[in-house]
T-cell receptor
Framework: GENVEQHPSTLSVQEGDSAVIKCTYS??????FPWYKQELGKRPQLIID?????GEKKDQRIAVTLNKTAKHFSLHITETQPEDSAVYFC?????????FGKGTSLLVTP | NAGVTQTPKFRVLKTGQSMTLLCAQD?????MYWYRQDPGMGLRLIHY???????AKGEVPDGYNVSRLKKQNFLLGLESAAPSQTSVYFC????????????FGEGSRLTVL
């Protein structure tokens, strides 16, 4: 099955700095790559996604890039704010199943 | 719209007991999923369903059974609970694969003693 690796597992940045989280996937048939944010005690919520026919997508301070050849994709958060502190999960879909990475705990300090 | 609703939200079981988690969605979604979340392990897929009357195994199906008798409901059963099944369980649904976004329930925290 699909294997999604996510790095780093923890990330601490100062407010205003940028944060980058990287993921790799194993199945070249994967065609959909979402990113979810999960605040403590809450459910995961979609923040941005990208499909395999697109190389980059941006939504305000958040952007995702996809390199199909290398089978990796990244989440970029610019001008980080304390409310960005959460656990972020990448995922890759092959067929019907969405497989998640193990998560990155992001801490933004004022 | 209530979205995706899970019941119960908390449960404590003794080893060997059985229980069922109920997931209900009111969005007419075709696909439904059960994940478990453990510290440092991310979200792991237990079972999923691509439509009423269908079920399929995910990454970690052992010790669990599921049923999708009605389109809006997806049940996760533990026949003989084990301490290793202590986890937070999330149900999720999506309208279609082309639609993309997976909607999650609030989670059910299960402790097996």
């Amino acid at each position: 099955g699909e294997n999604v690796e996510q790095h780093p597992s923890t990330l601490s940045v100062q407010e205003g700095d940028s944060a980058v989280i990287k993921c790799t996937y194993s199945d070249s048939a994967s065609n959909y790559f979402p990113w979810y944010k999960q605040e403590l005690g809450k459910r995961p919520q979609l923040i941005i996604d990208i499909r395999s026919n697109v190389g980059e997508k941006k939504d305000q301070r958040i952007a995702v890039t996809l390199n199909k050849t290398a089978k990796h994709f990244s989440l970029h958060i610019t001008e980080t704010q304390p409310e960005d502190s959460a656990v972020y999960f990448c995922a890759a879909r092959t067929g019907y199943a969405l497989n998640f990475g193990k998560g990155t705990s992001l801490l933004v300090t004022p | 719209n209530a979205g995706v609703t899970q019941t119960p939200k908390f449960r404590v079981l003794k080893t060997g007991q059985s229980m069922t988690l109920l997931c209900a969605q009111d969005m007419n979604h075709e696909y439904m999923y059960w994940y478990r979340q453990d510290p440092g392990m991310g979200l792991r897929l237990i079972h999923y369903s691509v439509g009423e009357g269908t079920t399929a195994k995910g990454e970690v199906p052992d010790g669990y059974n599921v049923s999708r008798l009605k389109k809006q409901n997806f049940l996760l059963g533990l026949e003989s609970a084990a301490p290793s099944q202590t986890s937070v369980y999330f149900c999720a649904s999506v309208l279609s694969l082309g639609d993309g976004e997976l909607f999650f329930g609030e989670g059910s925290r299960l402790t097996v003693l």
